[in-house]
């Protein structure tokens, strides 16, 4: 039970380097991150005990990194990655809110997001109202 917990802790060094990566952020940017999730002490400890805490913000950070592969698929729309990352960004939003219910400010975090996006779309009066074909 311990070994799995772990690798939960040991994989988000790599997703913490993606997700910078996928909000643009410079390769220095990126060692800063990666090495910042790395040293982190709490993480440390958290991902050492049976906890469901590390499985919680593991799966919030894969919300967050299928979020921003999503949201970068934006002018592709309804293309096989869209939706891709859009059923990914499903499934590990269901995944952190079956860990614990605190996982459901993942959601309201991607709600959130929706309906700033949603307030863009409707708000611009140059976007046509249909797409071509």
């Known amino acids: ?33 990666t090495i910042m999730t790395l040293c982190d002490l709490a993480w440390l400890c958290i991902s050492r005990f049976i906890l469901l805490d590390s499985m919680l913000l593991f799966f919030t950070f894969t919300t967050v990194f299928c979020l921003t592969k999503f949201v970068n698929q934006q002018y592709q729309s309804f293309s096989f990655d ?10 590990s939003i269901g995944c952190v809110c079956s860990v614990k219910w605190v996982g459901l400010f993942a959601t309201a975090l991607v709600g959130a997001y929706t309906i700033e996006d949603l307030w863009d779309k409707f708000g ?10």
């Open 82 to 91: 869209w939706w891709l990352w859009l059923a990914a960004t499903g499934w």
């Open 1 to 33: 039970m311990r070994v799995m917990l772990a690798l939960f802790g040991v994989a988000m060094v790599p997703l913490a380097w993606f997700t910078a990566k996928e909000l643009r952020f410079t390769n220095r940017g990126c060692h800063l991150v």
């Open 124 to 133: 611009d009066l140059k976007m046509p109202v249909e797409t071509p074909k």
